[in-house]
């Protein structure tokens, strides 16, 4: 299943115009998060680890905020103070979570693959596993089984 919301637009910190559609030919990993989400701001050390292991394997990492624009001034610090580096987007939303097959809080993963078909989607605080799994299967050529789609992780 192609992840749904590819049409739909974001927004870079620097205000470039992005969209889902375009992480196509990469295995990518898209977090949705929020400045005012305690677990998001405790999974970006990891979400960054794991940016910097698997970007000479072509891997993508997209931060999605769903802060609203009053909120989004937040952003900056948020991420200055995590030394997280990851690329961040802004104007996602509950609509984008639905949209996603992602549950109704954050955090909240998606996992594609290079066509652009999610091949994980984890609702709570992504485990280095539970993103390690997904993207090694992907990167390995879906040899083996396959991990499950979803995976609910308390919060």
């Not at 400045?35 to 050390?45: A, D």
């Not at 390995?140 to 991990?147: D, E, F, I, L, V």
Request: hydrophobic fraction near 40%.
């Amino acid at each position: 299943m192609v992840a749904s919301g590819t049409a739909t637009q974001y927004h870079g910190m620097d205000g470039t115009a992005h969209t889902l559609a375009e992480l196509k030919g990469h295995v990518a990993v898209v977090n949705l998060w929020a400045t005012w989400c305690g677990p998001c701001r405790e999974e970006m050390p990891r979400l960054q680890k794991l940016a910097d292991a698997y970007a000479a394997r072509g891997v993508i990492f997209v931060a999605l905020s769903l802060d609203d624009k009053e909120a989004q001034g937040k952003i900056e610090g948020t991420v200055k103070k995590r030394h997280f580096r990851i690329p961040v987007w802004t104007g996602g939303s509950e609509v984008t979570l639905q949209e996603l097959g992602l549950g109704v809080l954050v955090p909240a993963t998606l996992i594609l693959d290079e066509s652009g078909t999610a091949v994980g989607k984890i609702e709570g605080e992504a485990r280095e596993k539970d993103i390690t799994s997904r993207v090694d299967w992907v990167l390995a050529g879906k040899m083996g089984k396959q991990p499950k789609l979803v995976q609910k992780n308390d919060w």
